[in-house]
């Protein structure tokens, strides 16, 4: 019989189930697609090392009018989705004042600049380096005025947390990205940081090194999870799958689950979306089109095109309305060529109110562990926040209490 059972096979599932292997637990993976097909399939592939503040909701007044009246591209909402999310987005706004977001932003650097190392021996075992590139990322400004504006703050960032930074005026840009068909006003290009050109293969790369190592890998529908005296089960095609432990790390799906176990967890799920282009030309590097909320990421598959957050319903249907304004965007940068996809992909990126993600002991189930709630930088921590949930799994200890799910109780 397994020791845990890790329901959710996304980076975060991944990575967990190869440190508890790492541990010396015998582990199932569980999912009902393959490893990497969802949210750790769709998004920039960027392995985040300078994230050391994650975004806070908008504070000032004139960031609040662009939100509320849809002005920028980066930010879109659905008003059926506010009577769901506005506990979730209030959570989000108080934590967001700049003293909270401070203290929250000391623990988030904390995990960031872990994240290449611990990624690193994972890509060398698993033989995919030819993936990653180890050269950072841009954000890029069109505008003199809003470059000038975030200088300062992309200087402080980087001085606060010894970060590597070099700022790019337009001609710098120019040179480093040929493909740029109009003149910027420069960039900041964060050099810490990785990328990744399948993130989705990446993740399956992992969850082949953890069966290489011993592992299995189960299909199979989580929200059928019981809990039996000490054992916890989840339905398979032979009868149940029992382990003593279960760790749950369903991504955005996560509170579906819970609610069955009587926890309601108040997520705020920020929809994104991108699509594939081909035949075009393409950048050396991806890069951030900071004014129009556009992500641009050279990838096998193709330039993957990403937008900003949506806030809309779980289940309803996609309204790709950032996604046309990025492809435009896009169109104004570089020649993109055709789409490959006959519609855009989109995902959710699962997001705590207070910006971190839940790693440990469920408040009120033995043996039962919350791993999810990574936000927009779930492919960056996956192996990180595994390690320390593998610590407290294995010793009891809680490496980093303000992390624990018991802070919602
Ligand atoms: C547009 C976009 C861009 C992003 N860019 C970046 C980036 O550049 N860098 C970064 O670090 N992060 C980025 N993110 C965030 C990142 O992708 C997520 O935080 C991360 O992928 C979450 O990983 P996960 O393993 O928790 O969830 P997922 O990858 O979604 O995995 C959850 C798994 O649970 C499985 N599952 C769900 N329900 C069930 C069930 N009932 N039974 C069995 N299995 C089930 C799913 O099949 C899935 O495999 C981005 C997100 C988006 C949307």
Redesign the pocket.
Same mark, same amino acid.
């Given at each position: 019989m397994p020791d845990v059972l890790v @329901?959710?096979?996304?980076?975060?599932?991944?990575s967990t189930a190869l440190a508890l292997q790492a541990q010396g637990q015998e582990v199932v993976l569980?999912?009902?697609?393959s490893?990497?097909?969802?949210?750790? +399939?769709?998004?920039?592939?960027?392995?985040?090392a300078e994230?050391a503040e994650p975004y806070a909701f908008p504070r000032d007044f004139a960031s609040l009018l662009r939100v509320i009246f849809k002005r920028g591209n980066d930010v879109n909402y659905h008003l059926d989705a506010l009577p769901d999310q506005w506990r979730p987005l209030l959570g989000y706004f108080h934590a967001s004042a700049p003293a909270r977001h401070q203290i929250i932003s000391r623990s988030y650097a904390k995990l960031t600049r872990r994240s290449t190392a611990d990624h690193a021996p994972l890509i060398a075992a698993a033989g995919v380096e030819a993936l990653i590139k180890r050269e950072g990322f841009r954000k890029m400004f069109r505008s003199v005025h809003e470059f000038d504006h975030a200088v300062d703050q992309a200087e402080r960032v980087a001085r606060q947390y010894d970060l590597a930074l070099r700022i790019m005026d337009g001609a710098e840009l120019a040179a480093a990205e040929p493909a740029l068909k109009i003149s910027c006003a420069g960039a900041f290009h964060w050099l810490d940081s990785w990328s990744c050109s399948d993130?989705g293969a990446l993740?399956q790369a992992y969850a082949d090194l953890f069966i290489a190592r011993g592992g299995r890998v189960q299909t199979?529908?989580?929200?059928s999870l019981e809990q039996d005296g000490r054992m916890w089960s989840v339905g398979v095609h032979w009868g149940r799958l029992a382990a003593r432990h279960v760790v749950v790390?369903?991504?955005?799906?996560?509170p @579906? @689950?819970l609610r069955k176990f009587g926890y309601h967890i108040p997520m705020l799920r920020?929809?994104? +979306?991108?699509r594939h282009y081909k035949g075009g030309t393409t950048l050396n590097l991806p890069m951030l089109d900071v004014e129009n909320g556009a992500?641009l990421?050279p990838m096998r598959a193709g330039f993957r095109v990403?937008?900003g957050a949506e806030i809309a319903r779980f289940d309803t249907p996609p309204t790709p309305v950032q996604m046309v304004r990025a492809e435009q965007a896009a169109r104004e940068l570089i020649d993109l060529g055709e789409p490959v996809e006959a519609e855009p992909w =989109?995902?959710?990126?699962?997001c705590m109110p207070d910006m971190l993600p839940l790693v440990g002991a469920a408040p009120r189930h033995k043996n039962l562990w919350f791993h =999810?709630g990574?936000?927009?930088?779930? =492919?960056? @921590?996956?192996p990180t926040t595994a390690a320390l949930l593998a610590e407290e799994i294995i010793t009891g200890q809680v490496p980093m209490p303000e992390l624990s799910p018991k802070r919602l109780s």
């Amino acid at each position: 019989m397994p020791d845990v059972l890790v @329901l959710g096979a996304g980076m975060v599932g991944v990575s967990t189930a190869l440190a508890l292997q790492a541990q010396g637990q015998e582990v199932v993976l569980v999912d009902r697609t393959s490893p990497g097909h969802e949210t750790s +399939y769709g998004n920039a592939g960027l392995i985040q090392a300078e994230a050391a503040e994650p975004y806070a909701f908008p504070r000032d007044f004139a960031s609040l009018l662009r939100v509320i009246f849809k002005r920028g591209n980066d930010v879109n909402y659905h008003l059926d989705a506010l009577p769901d999310q506005w506990r979730p987005l209030l959570g989000y706004f108080h934590a967001s004042a700049p003293a909270r977001h401070q203290i929250i932003s000391r623990s988030y650097a904390k995990l960031t600049r872990r994240s290449t190392a611990d990624h690193a021996p994972l890509i060398a075992a698993a033989g995919v380096e030819a993936l990653i590139k180890r050269e950072g990322f841009r954000k890029m400004f069109r505008s003199v005025h809003e470059f000038d504006h975030a200088v300062d703050q992309a200087e402080r960032v980087a001085r606060q947390y010894d970060l590597a930074l070099r700022i790019m005026d337009g001609a710098e840009l120019a040179a480093a990205e040929p493909a740029l068909k109009i003149s910027c006003a420069g960039a900041f290009h964060w050099l810490d940081s990785w990328s990744c050109s399948d993130p989705g293969a990446l993740t399956q790369a992992y969850a082949d090194l953890f069966i290489a190592r011993g592992g299995r890998v189960q299909t199979a529908d989580a929200s059928s999870l019981e809990q039996d005296g000490r054992m916890w089960s989840v339905g398979v095609h032979w009868g149940r799958l029992a382990a003593r432990h279960v760790v749950v790390a369903l991504g955005p799906w996560s509170p @579906l @689950l819970l609610r069955k176990f009587g926890y309601h967890i108040p997520m705020l799920r920020k929809r994104g +979306y991108h699509r594939h282009y081909k035949g075009g030309t393409t950048l050396n590097l991806p890069m951030l089109d900071v004014e129009n909320g556009a992500a641009l990421s050279p990838m096998r598959a193709g330039f993957r095109v990403l937008t900003g957050a949506e806030i809309a319903r779980f289940d309803t249907p996609p309204t790709p309305v950032q996604m046309v304004r990025a492809e435009q965007a896009a169109r104004e940068l570089i020649d993109l060529g055709e789409p490959v996809e006959a519609e855009p992909w =989109f995902g959710n990126r699962p997001c705590m109110p207070d910006m971190l993600p839940l790693v440990g002991a469920a408040p009120r189930h033995k043996n039962l562990w919350f791993h =999810f709630g990574h936000g927009h930088q779930g =492919f960056t @921590l996956g192996p990180t926040t595994a390690a320390l949930l593998a610590e407290e799994i294995i010793t009891g200890q809680v490496p980093m209490p303000e992390l624990s799910p018991k802070r919602l109780s």
